[in-house]
């Protein structure tokens, strides 16, 4: 019987030749990338099993179809590729996406995943990062209180492959596989060179209008769960490996991210994360001024007394910006001399 979706339905599902998760977490070391270390693999068959081994085995055996239509759904606000999980676990697993479900999907598909091969090599930069990646997933599924919604839907895209680690952030390579011709990113494109000739800056939208700005664009996350690198050093250490995706990839147009934290009142009012606009910006990166908003407000003041009381003061209203750095300028900076 199949599944929706083309997926095959549960009772297709494969007879557990392989013996449960353990068995396949120790074929993973073997053959697969040295991803994982043998803890790590332990510690997230335990919660790929949490759910009864049924839906471990069905998302081993369905891995490859499942990540493909995980990597089509990811565009829009990054939630599409954990809806479409969601609607797997309903409809071809049969299960509800409990807290406790959505865990042991994620761990059952990054077993998965860490036996395999990325669709396309990745820097060494990059691959070094897993191990690290893999341990502090497996310590957050086994370990957090709930399954923060937004935690779920970077670890949807994760496993699927539409994003990497890049230290103090994660990187979405999904624009890389074809999203850059779709109406909607190229509207919010135009939009962007608008909102710069508006404020006067015909530098940036120059910038923006140059033929290679229509391409693709690496996307960058902040992962509350891996603070360890978000440090000046880090971001640095991230923008080199991001350099060494984009030598790899020559149909990237760059890097960009939005965040409150590129809000030129920063400066003033949290100096110690100027770094964050002030470096890129010096490298030949464009802000481009977006909006505010409750989301805005809310992740500004979540770690920060002195954001929360000046905007409960109404002295200050976060403001979202967009950092677009083409793919030259930070190829320039990053084979300069290390402390450029
Ligand atoms: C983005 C983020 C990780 C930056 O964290 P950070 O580097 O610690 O910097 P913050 O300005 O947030 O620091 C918060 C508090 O930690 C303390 N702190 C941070 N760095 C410090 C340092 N070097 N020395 C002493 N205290 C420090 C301060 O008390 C500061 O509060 P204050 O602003 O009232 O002085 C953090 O703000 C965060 O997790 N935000 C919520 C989620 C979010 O916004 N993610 C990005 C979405 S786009």
């Given at each position: 019987m199949s599944g929706r979706h083309g997926l095959p339905g549960r009772r297709e599902r494969a007879s557990p030749s392989l013996k449960g998760a353990r068995?396949?977490?120790?074929?993973?070391?073997?053959?697969?990338?040295?991803?994982?270390?043998?803890?790590?693999?332990?510690?997230?068959?335990a919660v790929a099993r949490s759910a009864g081994g049924a839906l471990d085995e069905l998302l081993c055996c369905h891995f490859d179809k499942l990540a493909e239509e995980l990597r089509a759904a990811c565009g829009g606000d990054g939630s599409g590729s954990a809806t479409r999980l969601n609607n797997y676990?309903?409809?071809?697993?049969?299960?509800?996406?409990?807290?406790?479900?959505?865990?042991?999907?994620?761990?059952?598909?990054?077993?998965?995943?860490?036996?395999?091969?990325?669709?396309?090599?990745?820097?060494?930069?990059?691959?070094?990062?897993?191990?690290?990646?893999?341990?502090?997933?497996?310590?957050?599924?086994?370990?957090?209180?709930?399954?923060?919604?937004?935690?779920?839907?970077?670890?949807?895209?994760f496993v699927a492959g539409v994003t990497v680690p890049a230290g103090a952030q994660l990187v979405d390579l999904q624009f890389a596989d074809g999203w850059g011709s779709d109406l909607r990113s190229l509207l919010r494109h135009v939009a962007m060179i608008g909102r710069l000739s508006l404020a006067g800056d015909?530098?940036?939208?120059?910038?923006?209008?140059?033929?290679?700005?229509?391409?693709?664009?690496?996307?960058?996350?902040?992962?509350?769960r891996n603070l360890e690198d978000f440090n000046e050093g880090g971001w640095d250490d991230c923008y080199r490996?991001?350099?060494?995706?984009?030598?790899?990839?020559?149909?990237?147009?760059?890097?960009w991210g939005a965040s409150w934290f590129y809000d030129p009142q920063l400066l003033e009012i949290s100096p110690r994360l100027a770094y964050l606009q002030e470096r890129p910006l010096e490298r030949g990166a464009v802000m481009v001024r977006l909006r505010g908003g409750a989301i805005h407000a809310q992740r500004a003041a979540q770690t920060s007394p002195t954001r929360t009381s000046l905007i409960a003061a109404g002295r200050y209203r976060p403001i979202c910006y967009a950092m677009f750095w083409p793919r030259r300028e930070l190829l320039a900076w990053a084979s300069g001399p290390p402390s450029s």
């Open positions: 068995a396949r977490a120790v074929r993973a070391i073997v053959n697969g990338r040295p991803t994982t270390t043998g803890a790590t693999q332990v510690a997230l068959a676990l309903k409809k071809s697993a049969g299960l509800p996406p409990s807290d406790r479900v959505r865990r042991a999907a994620i761990a059952s598909l990054a077993i998965a995943m860490s036996a395999r091969p990325p669709a396309r090599p990745l820097p060494i930069s990059i691959e070094a990062l897993y191990p690290r990646t893999f341990q502090v997933l497996a310590e957050y599924l086994a370990n957090s209180a709930v399954y923060d919604p937004d935690c779920y839907a970077k670890d949807a895209r015909a530098r940036g939208a120059a910038m923006l209008c140059r033929p290679e700005s229509w391409n693709n664009w690496l996307e960058i996350h902040t992962d509350q490996r991001i350099a060494d995706i984009l030598r790899g990839r020559s149909e990237l147009a760059g890097l």
